[in-house]
C-alpha cells in the first residue's frame, strides 16, 4: 500500500470539507468527554462506596448524660452480638478533630461548632448491612444511654443512587453526542466521496481494489475520531486541574470525595480514543457500503 | 475471448430494454466497431463487459471468466485486464499528464520502479513526451485523449473498450486515435469501440456489430457503417 498516496488524499479530504470536518471533530470530542466523564464518575462512585460502605454503617450516637455504666454496657452489647463484624468507639474531641478536618474549608463552621457540639458515638460495621433493623431494636432510641441509632447505609444509599443518575445522565447524553457524531460523520463521508467521486471511478475502473478505494475515507475519519478523542482528554484534564482540584479540594482532602487521579484519566483515555477511532472508522465503513458505490 | 450469451438488460425506470437478447462472440486480438444511433445500446453493451452493471438475464464471460456471480473482490482484477476510454476524457485535473497515467498503476500497488519505467516509455507511444508535466487544461483535446489512452494502456489490458472516443474530436485529430487505437490492437489488444462516425468506420473495415433498440442487426467482418449508405 502507497502510504504516501493514501495519506495526501486523507489529507485533501479533510481540507476541503473543513467547515464539516471541524463539526465532526468538535461533535465527536463533545460526544467522548462525556463519556469519559461518565466513566470517570463511575470509577468514583465505586472509590466511594470502597471508603464509606466499608467503614461505617451504624453510628449508635450517646446521650449527652450516658453514664460510664451505660456506656460500658453497650460495649459488651456490641461485643457480645454475633450481627456486630468490628465497631469503633469515638470520643466527643475525637468526632470534633474529625469533624473540623473534613470542614476545614469553611473556617466560620467550625468556628461556630463549639468542640463539644458533637456527640460521643460507637461507629458498627455489621456482618451483614442489611440487617439494621435488628440492631436498632437492641438499643431503643432515647434510652439506656443511647441518643439515636442512624442507618448510615441509607445515607449512603440515597447518595449513590443520586451519584448513578448523575452518571447515567452523563451517559445517556454521551449517547445522544455520539449518535449526532455517527450521522455528522456519515455526511462528511459522503460528501467526501463526491468531492472525490472522480478519482474514485478511475480508481474503480483500473482495478483498485475496494479496500484500496475505502482506506483513504476511513481513514479520515478514523484521524477526525483521534483527534476528537485527543480534545476530549485535554477537556478531562482541563476539568480536573480547573475544576475537580480547585473547587473540590476541601472535600477531596477530608476523604468526603475521592481525588481523580491522573491514573484514572491514563486509564480511560485509550479507552476514549478507541472508542473514537473505531465508532469512526465503523460508521464511514458504513456509509460507504450504503450510500456510495465504490 | 468475450461472449455474451443471450444478454438482455433492463433498466428498472424504462419497459424497452437497453439490450434485448444479445449473443455475440469477440476473439483475442480482434477490432470491433460497435455502431448504431444515440440509444442504441452501445454503452450498456461496453458497461456490462466492464461488470460494471449486471445483465437482467444472459450470460457474459471475459478472458474465461463468467461475469454471472462473480463476486465483488474479484471485480478489480477482472477489470485490471481491461482498459478503458470514453468521449469526456475522464481524466484528474489537478494531476499532470505523468501522474494521471501513473495514477491507474498506484492504485493497484505497481511498483515505483515499474511506474517510473512504464509511464514514461507509454507517453511516448502515445505521441505525448515532452508533455509529461502539462496539466490536463494545458492540452487540446486530442492529447487529453490520448493521455486517457496511455492511462487505459499503460498495465498492458488484453481488452480496450472505448466509448465513443472520438466523439469530441475533429475528424483530423480523430485519425490519429485510431491511429493509435490499430497500433494498440496490433501488439494483441482487442479493442471494442462503440462510434456512430461512419467516416472512421468506412475508412478501417473492420469488424462492425449494429445495434438497433439493444439489438444486433448486423455483424460483418470488414464492414462498413451503412450498408448501401
Ligand atoms: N442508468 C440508466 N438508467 C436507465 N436507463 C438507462 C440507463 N443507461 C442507459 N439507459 C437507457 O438504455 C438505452 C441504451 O442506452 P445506452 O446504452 O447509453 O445507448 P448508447 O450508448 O448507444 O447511446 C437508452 O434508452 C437509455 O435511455
Ligand atoms: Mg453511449
Sequence with gaps: ????????????????????????????AI??????????????????????????????????????????????????????ATYLYESKEEAYERFRQQFSQQPELVENTPPDALPESFRVELVNPERYEVIAAEFPNGQNGVDQVRDEGDFLDRLFSLLNGARNATIAVAVVQALAALLLISNTIQLAAFN??????????????????????ILEAALAGLIGAMLAVGGLVLT??????????????????????????????????????????????????????? | MIELQHVTKLYPASPRPALDDVTTEIDKGEFVFLIGSSGSGKSTFLRLLLKEDDPTRG??????????????????????????????????????????????????????????????????????????????????????????IARAFVNRPLVLLADEPTGNLDPETSEGIMLLLERINRTGTTVIMATHDYHIVDSMRRRVIELNGGQITRDQSRGVYGVGR
Design chain 1, 1 to 28: 500500500m502507497r502510504v504516501n498516496f493514501v495519506l495526501s488524499e486523507v489529507a485533501t479530504g479533510l481540507r476541503r470539507n473543513l467547515t464539516m470536518t471541524v463539526a465532526m471533530i468538535l461533535t465527536t
Design chain 1, 31 to 84: 460526544s467522548l468527554g462525556l463519556m469519559g466523564t461518565g466513566l470517570l464518575i463511575a470509577g468514583m462512585i465505586s472509590d466511594m462506596k470502597e471508603i464509606y460502605y466499608d467503614k461505617v454503617q451504624v453510628s449508635i450516637f450517646l446521650a449527652d448524660d450516658v453514664t460510664d455504666e451505660q456506656r460500658s454496657a453497650i460495649e459488651t452489647q456490641l461485643a457480645d452480638s454475633p450481627e456486630v
Design chain 1, 196 to 217: 472525490r467521486r472522480n478519482e474514485t471511478n478511475i480508481m474503480r475502473l483500473v482495478g483498485a481494489s475496494r479496500w484500496y478505494t475505502q482506506l483513504p475515507f
Design chain 1, 240 to 294: 480536573k486541574v480547573l475544576f475537580v482540584d480547585k473547587t473540590l479540594a476541601g472535600p477531596i482532602k477530608a476523604g468526603i470525595i475521592p481525588p481523580v487521579d491522573w491514573s484514572a484519566i491514563a486509564t480511560i483515555s485509550p479507552i476514549i480514543a478507541g472508542a473514537g477511532v473505531g465508532l469512526a472508522a465503523v460508521a464511514a465503513y458504513v456509509t460507504l457500503r450504503l450510500y456510495v458505490r465504490l
Design chain 2, 59 to 148: 450470460t457474459i464471460t471475459v478472458n474465461g471468466k463468467t461475469l454471472n456471480g462473480m463476486s465483488k473482490w474479484q471485480v478489480p482484477k477482472l477489470r485490471r485486464t481491461m482498459g478503458c476510454v470514453f468521449q469526456d476524457f475522464r481524466l484528474l485535473r489537478n494531476r499532470t499528464v505523468a501522474e494521471n497515467v501513473a495514477f491507474a498503476l498506484e492504485v493497484i500497488n505497481k511498483p515505483h520502479r515499474t511506474i517510473k519505467r512504464v509511464v514514461p516509455e507509454v507517453l511516448e507511444m502515445v505521441g505525448l513526451d515532452g508533455k509529461a508535466n502539462r496539466l490536463p487544461h494545458e492540452l487540446s483535446g486530442g492529447e487529453q485523449q490520448r493521455v486517457a
